[in-house]
């Protein structure tokens, strides 16, 4: 069961287990990441195409396990100055 409540039913969303963003701002990464997982995979690609500084790692339930990683956007785990040594 999951703790992320889908407004349009009431009901625990089913078959997403986990939902991770990486965005400029960690609020808004928070809170994307709430959206990704109610409003589905096809919307949350669409989303991240639209907005580049988005990126998404997002998994499902397949067959009663954790199926493969769908991944949307750009993931940069490190600042661009950290990675070319100069922070």
Known sequence: LSHVIDPRTGWPIEGRRQVTVVSPSATRSEALSTAFFVQGWSWTADYCQRNP???VIYFEESHGR??????????????????????
């Open 66 to 87: 954790l199926g493969p990683p769908r991944v949307a956007g750009r993931i940069d785990w490190m600042p661009a100055e950290r990675r070319a040594g100069k922070g």
């Open 53 to 55: 500084e988005v990126g």
